[in-house]
């Protein structure tokens, strides 16, 4: 019987879950006595156990990154267009490893589990979370799964953040680290939407600080606010007057009544879909730790000095319409890079559709991420 | 006695209302039996009242352009950096007129007036209000006091649509217009912004769909974020950047504890203050009138065509960090003019603090400004 799926689909997939079942202490001082990561995995790690590849993912990215959870699955995994046999992060050739981060909210530990020592959700208690206690949890996902060094740990925007503080941190456990549509840290405009994100959910009547769980409500209406302030930096002017234009979903403007934009009706869709599928204590604490992130905070503002001691060679790749993250923020790191003499590729994508080209399937982008990760995989074969 | 003002300062001034007590139709249709509208003038109306000037005000505005309403007030109005004796909107020279729009909350008829007909204020049933229709109220002031023409009729962001649309619908009335960080429509971004920030009202619970008085209450969470959201989109990232940086208030970063970056701490005073100061129904209905506004519209897209009728000589301004209303979109506006053959001169103003640099006393934007107007005065000279 001929599959359900593409032929590039790493077709039906399933999850697994990894307890770490000691204690583990973020750098915020908690100590959380043990984690679950759910995560999942596409392709055969080989017998050397040198061709892994990390999948991170960004603000509201989970661990199911490729192929389906059953053949009635109606969309494919959130970064299919880039993980499949023949395609650039290709399971052929990678063993790939895709998690849900902790504080996560489909699977690993975060406001939605039980906090061991209370019996209760964690909700808002759940401790803050920072990008390097993302890679060290990665870092006992590895060791589980006997990965010393991986091939490549790749990420787009937040999840390229932990890709740069993989390098910096496990120097000799990244091959290679991909940089895709990502910032050496926030600027003050990245910062403020983040926190008017954040603001929206706070005034949300349903979010009872965060306790919305035990009051059995959840804060809908600022989650969904959230999403549509975050959706609308992922898009670019120009990509968004292509797409609606001053188009009209219903009423007239000559009498001022009823009139709802094609754009108004789109966010609230996605506001509105986001607020079922997500977590608003995740949100939050997702939103914080790209506030947080800073790899230069060490050396006193100095990024070239904090990545000194990376030992990987580098893909940085960027998106002319981003401007969430733009190419100018792409250079910075790229910049540092090659002023502390490390091996760094880079690559800007002439793209219309701002910072969500990372997910897209434009061809000199899936060109330029197939052509360096052909190469590591030449470089990491016996 | 010295006066307590500074020497270029138009000094103490008063509002006045103009009270149109003739029925008065909207373009939605709804026809107001009478309407007021408060405004101010500096400097003095010459005696062949040929040398007035209009200010049209921005979303936020209000009739208070210039000069001091007491000794003890803090700040002078909204554009006392252009509006005074021997700046670029010469006092000595122009007898300035400068009003609350219709629906405006301070003053004018609007959401906070009492509706004639059921002895309660209108809040949320205030009309629909666009453009257009300041415009024609605007002319009814003219009348009222005697300035058959203006010399110059000159707003920035909504308010220079408003001169745009006077020399549209009024060719005759209107001798120059001065179109600054303005924009020929909105874009789809623009739109998108300006729903998130009318979602926010709307979903503050104080907000009881506009009849927060009748409940004693306001919507002031939904106005602060809807305000947030607007003052990021006026500010650049580059001036944020110089501003704030990520410098922080409060808090410790790696203990994740209480942290508030300088940026959070400014935006949230931001929308406080403007809570106290704003009305929420007007905020709603100012936002509208900018997304519905679209002079090309009567004329199948085609601003060409839609500026064929204007008599005014146009200057059009715009600043380099503009992102709410790009460089581009100013560019728009005198390329269609030099297409219907007027008389446009543009300006571009290196500018670093975005859409709100209208606002500032940028020495080449106060030159160009007051040159031109320096020409205006010698023609309307007689």
């Known amino acids: 019987?001929?599959?359900?799926?593409?032929?590039?689909?790493?077709?039906?997939?399933?999850?697994?879950?990894?307890?770490?079942?000691?204690?583990?202490?973020?750098?915020?001082?908690?100590?959380?006595?043990?984690?679950?990561?759910?995560y999942e995995t596409y392709g055969n790690l080989n017998p050397d156990k040198s061709n892994a590849v990390l999948i991170c993912h960004a603000l509201s990215g989970n661990h199911h990154a490729a192929g389906y959870h059953s053949e009635d699955e109606a969309k494919p995994g959130w970064w299919d267009t880039c993980i499949g046999p023949g395609k650039p992060i290709d399971t052929n050739r990678f063993f790939v490893v895709s998690l849900?981060?902790?504080?996560?909210?489909?699977?690993?530990?975060?406001?939605?589990?039980?906090?061991?020592?209370t019996g209760k959700p964690y909700g808002p208690q759940f401790p803050t979370v920072v990008v390097a206690d993302w890679v060290a949890s990665q870092a006992l996902l590895a060791d589980h799964l006997g990965i010393e060094r991986f091939a490549a740990v790749i990420g787009g925007s937040l999840g390229g953040m932990q890709a740069m503080q993989w390098a910096v941190d496990f120097p000799d456990r990244v091959h290679a680290a991909v940089v895709i549509a990502a910032a050496a840290k926030l600027s003050a405009q990245n910062i403020a939407f983040n926190e008017i994100a954040?603001?929206?959910?706070?005034?949300?009547?349903?979010?009872?600080?965060?306790?919305?769980?035990?009051?059995?409500?959840?804060p809908d209406k600022g989650l969904g606010l959230a999403r549509m302030i975050g959706h609308v930096t992922y898009l670019s002017d120009d990509g968004m007057r292509e797409k609606f234009g001053r188009a009209?979903?219903?009423?007239?403007?000559?009498?001022?009544?009823?009139?709802?934009?094609?754009?108004?009706?789109?966010?609230h869709h996605q506001g509105q879909a986001f607020s079922r599928r997500f977590d608003a204590n995740t949100y939050v604490l997702m939103t914080k730790a790209l506030d947080y992130f800073d790899p230069a905070r060490d050396t006193n503002d100095n990024l070239v000095a904090a990545l000194e001691k990376t030992r990987a060679k580098f893909l940085v790749i960027s998106f002319t319409s981003d401007w969430r993250f733009s190419v100018e923020r792409s250079k910075e790191i790229s910049d540092a890079l090659?002023?502390?003499?490390?091996?760094?590729?880079?690559?800007?994508?002439?793209?219309?559709?701002?910072?969500?080209?990372?997910?897209?399937?434009?061809?000199?982008?899936?060109?330029v991420l197939g052509t360096f990760l052909e190469r590591v995989h030449q470089e990491i074969s016996p």
Do not use: W
């Open 1 to 38: 019987m001929p599959s359900a799926f593409p032929a590039d689909s790493v077709g039906l997939v399933s999850s697994q879950t990894f307890r770490h079942e000691r204690p583990f202490t973020l750098q915020c001082g908690v100590t959380l006595s043990s984690f679950d990561l759910v």
């Open 248 to 267: 009209l979903k219903s009423g007239d403007i000559d009498r001022g009544a009823d009139v709802e934009f094609q754009v108004e009706s789109y966010l």
């Open 100 to 117: 849900n981060n902790l504080g996560g909210c489909h699977g690993s530990s975060g406001p939605l589990s039980t906090n061991p020592d």
């Open 198 to 218: 954040r603001q929206a959910i706070a005034a949300d009547p349903n979010f009872f600080a965060g306790h919305y769980a035990e009051s059995e409500s959840n």
């Open 338 to 367: 090659m002023a502390a003499r490390k091996n760094v590729a880079s690559a800007i994508i002439e793209s219309e559709h701002g910072h969500d080209s990372f997910l897209l399937q434009l061809p000199r982008y899936i060109s």
